[in-house]
């Protein structure tokens, strides 16, 4: 008999299993919770609520501890390249050698873009932002790449690894006006990705090892990161069995909110206008400590991270040292420790248990690899789509998959009668 745990309810008593997790965590199983008691639970933010059960990625937010698929984000992101940490994370195992040389021959396969795609880029206004178009992009490609229902999903999951660098330079380069650079297979994942961005028909474009390798960190860093709003959005909508692009393009628009992966650029435009306004950060802490300013530091606090978060630690350490490579003096970094280390010794801070997360060093990083800052999401996305892939792939490989479909309670009005216009107040 496995353990239950007891409700009680208006003198009434349920009895409800207890699933326990591979690392300890303890969950009442409410799935048949209104079946039996007509009652639902309300849990606004989902702050208390389980919505599968996953084996892609462990958070211990108290700890500061990251892994995918049980490995610590401080081994894959000394010892791993974005590409097999991608498949680490969707397929559950590191990749053997065969395995991997196919993996990687399969995604340089892939890399072009359909050429009538670029009629779609031209529809956009100068000036969009990249997060727009990115999205909209990647939704079209159910148009050009449809999956026949007899078709296994791992040809789209192929297309779209492969596709999305080119997706989001192409993005960055119409955006400029300055003409696309196809993709170069023989280049790995991320300097393929900068000589797309970076590349002129008019000068010779160097890729600088130090900035691939940093590229790669950062992407590893995104790859996965469990139930946030983005990946809960592509598990959400592809519950419905939408196609994958459909799905992605929805966790895309979800990660491009401020709150989100949007912040690594509200962090960015954060500290450039602290350092405009002379540089004094304890003016910005004493605005995000008074409510009704309604300002906050960008790039702190997290809802699972109690603790610093582990990304925000290593991306602290690639920051410094990729700054000293690349020769840039950036006083952006240095308002960025002033600011760390007076919030994080700072009461309201500490008794809220506000660290910086991994969007308050990986913009600096990115800045200083020349990536514009409406850029920096986009960054952020293209990391990211090996969790969402995952996340897809499980949900829709699990045998218990219902659509999501969750309920509320109503506040409403109670029952009211239609009043003709002429008779309304
Ligand atoms: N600056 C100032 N105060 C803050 C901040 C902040 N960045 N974050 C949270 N607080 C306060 C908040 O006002 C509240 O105070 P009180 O208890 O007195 O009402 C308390 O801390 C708890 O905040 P919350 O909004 O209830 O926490 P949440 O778990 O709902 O939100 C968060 C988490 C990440 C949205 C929030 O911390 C935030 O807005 N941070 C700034 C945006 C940011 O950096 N987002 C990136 C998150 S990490 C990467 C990702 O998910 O993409």
Not at 44 to 63: H, L, P, V, W
Not at 99 to 114: D, G, I, N, P, S
Not at 218 to 240: F, K, P
Not at 249 to 263: D, E
Request: charged letters at 25%.
């Amino acid at each position: 008999m496995s353990e239950m745990a007891k409700l009680i309810v208006r003198e009434r008593e349920y009895e409800l299993p207890l699933i326990e997790g591979t690392e300890g965590e303890l969950a009442v199983d409410i799935r048949k919770l209104r079946d039996q008691t007509g009652l639902i639970t309300l849990d606004n933010g989902y702050a208390s609520t389980g919505s599968c059960e996953s084996k892609i990625c462990f958070i211990d937010g108290e700890k500061g501890i990251l892994r995918y698929r049980g490995i610590p984000i401080e081994q894959l992101c000394e010892h791993s390249t974005f590409t097999e940490t991608a498949y680490l994370t969707i397929y559950g195992e590191l990749p053997n050698e065969q395995q991997f040389e196919a993996w990687r021959e399969e995604l340089r396969y892939h890399t072009l873009l359909h050429e009538d795609l670029q009629h779609i880029y031209d529809m956009f206004p100068t000036g969009a932002h990249p997060m727009a178009v990115c999205s909209a992009v990647v939704c079209c490609l159910s148009a050009f790449y449809p999956r026949k229902e007899t078709e296994s999903p791992e040809i789209s999951i192929r297309r779209l690894l492969a596709k999305i660098p080119t997706i989001a330079a192409w993005t960055y380069k119409k955006s400029k006006g300055q003409p696309l650079v196809y993709p170069r297979n023989d280049l790995s994942y991320a300097a393929n990705f900068l000589n797309m961005m970076f590349r002129l028909p008019t000068e010779d474009y160097e890729i600088d090892p130090v900035a691939v390798r940093a590229m790669d960190q950062i992407l590893i860093m995104h790859a996965e990161h469990e139930q946030n709003c983005s990946t809960s959005t592509v598990r959400m909508v592809s519950s419905s069995l939408a196609n994958l692009f459909a799905s992605v393009a929805s966790g895309i628009s979800a990660l491009w909110g401020p709150l989100h992966g949007g912040a690594n650029q509200r962090v960015v435009q954060m500290l450039a206008e602290i350092h405009e306004d002379g540089g004094d950060v304890s003016k910005f802490i004493a605005r995000a400590k008074d409510k009704d300013s309604g300002y906050r530091l960008m790039g702190f606090g997290h809802r699972v991270y109690k603790n610093y978060d582990p990304r925000a630690r290593i991306l602290k350490g690639i920051s410094d040292e990729v700054l000293t490579k690349l020769g840039v003096n950036d006083p952006l970094f240095d308002i960025a420790k002033q600011l760390e280390e007076v919030a994080l010794s700072d009461e309201f801070f500490i008794e809220r248990k506000l660290y910086p997360n991994v969007d308050f060093y990986s913009g600096l990083i990115l800045r200083a690899l020349g990536i514009p800052t409406e850029m920096f999401t986009v960054m952020f996305a293209i990391g990211r789509l090996p969790g969402w892939i995952a996340h897809w792939k499980e949900r829709n490989e699990a045998p218990d998959a219902r659509i999501y479909r969750p309920r509320q309670v109503y506040q409403g009005y109670t029952k009211r009668d239609y009043v003709p216009m002429s008779e309304r107040s």
